[in-house]
């Protein structure tokens, strides 16, 4: 496989719960090129033997404050939020190619340097390819409620992603969630608070600078209540 390909799915991977359906997606022409010619620039490498970590640090040509979100879609919220904060670096993680190649289109549109991707599973992403310690904060916006209670345990906020996050955030890092399914709200907090990991989640209101996505939109229509919470990690 060329170092510049990142394959969502891993075999070693096949086993796993996945807290994602991988869907079928049709690529534009547009998006194609883009994942031929702005990968490269934009993505970030897969794994390659011994090196499972990539140098942060060369990628942006900088230091500076990371956040990584998870579940970016077409990478609306990420860019927004990259673009009006170019003082951090922005990381996102997307199985979806479709989603992929149009937050590639965006990043060379709105000219952002502050942005790179990952198209890999996010919880492969947070386990072997960041350092611990290494995030200033970590968003999920949206992610799939898993409705059905037999599919509860595919949920991606559960006790052993809890601690692994906490592991990655520095001691001064947070963890931001929105969603829209007030039971999944419920279990959010309830894992978090037994985690020990995070302080009282506090509702931004209209102050976190994260613009409407198309999940909250959707949601909305339906008339689904929006819960959104920021954790602060605890420092000891």
């Known amino acids: 496989m060329d170092s510049n390909e990142s394959p969502a799915d891993a075999g070693s991977r ?9 869907r079928a997606g049709r690529l534009t022409r547009a998006q194609e090129r883009a994942l031929g010619e702005l ?17 942060l640090d060369a990628l942006f040509g900088r ?5 990584l979100e998870i579940g970016i879609g077409n990478g609306a919220a990420l860019l927004s939020m990259a673009a009006a904060d170019p003082d951090r670096d922005w990381l996102g993680a997307e199985v979806h190619a479709p989603g992929i190649g149009h937050c590639l289109l965006e990043i060379e549109r709105l ?19 960041l350092q611990d310690r290494s995030l200033a904060g970590l968003h999920l916006f949206f992610p799939d409620p ?11 906020v559960q ?23 007030p039971p999944y709200a419920e279990h959010i907090a309830a894992v978090l608070e037994a985690s020990g990991h995070f302080g009282t989640g506090i509702d931004p209101a209209s102050g976190s600078g994260r ?18 919470r920021i954790y602060p990690r605890r420092t000891a």
């Open 39 to 55: 990968w490269p620039r934009f993505g970030i490498p897969a794994a390659t033997p011994g090196k499972a970590m990539p140098d």
């Open 211 to 228: 613009p409407l996505t198309r999940f909250e939109a959707r949601g909305q229509r339906l008339g689904h209540p929006i819960w959104e």
């Open 159 to 181: 006790p052993p992603f809890v601690e692994l996050m906490a592991r990655k955030l520095a001691a001064d890092g947070y963890f931001h969630v929105a969603t829209d399914w």
């Open 146 to 156: 898993w409705h059905k209670k037999r599919h509860h345990k595919r949920r991606l």
């Open 63 to 67: 230091k500076a404050p990371r956040i």
């Open 14 to 22: 096949q086993r796993e719960i996945r807290s994602y359906v991988l």
């Open 111 to 129: 000219g952002l340097g502050n942005v790179r991707l990952f198209m890999e599973d996010a919880v492969g992403v947070l386990r072997e390819r």
